[in-house]
């Protein structure tokens, strides 16, 4: 199973990008989905989640800018981006368990001009 991730591109701060992601294939009962991004010289770290259920977790910077969903019959989850900042300036990962395995997709670069 590969998960492709598309979206990313470059974007003038205040602006928006709309990431995406998709499993190659259906995995069966996804978990947890989300989000993680890394920037150069930083750690990766949680830039947002959703359960099965639907419910939620964001990152502290990202709050009140970030939206992510999900929908399940296509085994995708996507990341709205709003007023972004220069230090969302990352590459995204997103990533989708399903029991005890986890798949990552490649990573897209988000570049945000000050």
């Known amino acids: 199973v590969q998960l492709q991730a598309f979206g990313g591109g470059l974007v003038q701060a205040g602006g928006s990008l709309r990431l995406s992601c998709a499993a190659s294939r259906v995995i069966g009962s996804i978990n947890d989905m989300g989000w993680y991004r890394q920037a150069p010289g930083k750690q990766r770290e949680l830039v947002a989640t959703?359960?099965?259920?639907?419910?939620?977790n964001y990152e502290n910077s990202v709050k009140g800018r970030f939206i992510i969903s999900r929908d399940n019959a296509k085994n995708a989850v996507n990341l709205q981006m709003n007023d972004l900042k220069p230090e969302d300036t990352a590459v995204y990962y997103c990533?989708?368990?399903?029991?005890?395995?986890?798949?990552w997709g490649q990573g897209t670069q988000v570049t945000v001009s000050s």
């Open positions: 959703i359960t099965s259920g639907g419910y939620t």
């Open positions: 990533y989708m368990r399903a029991g005890v395995r986890a798949y």
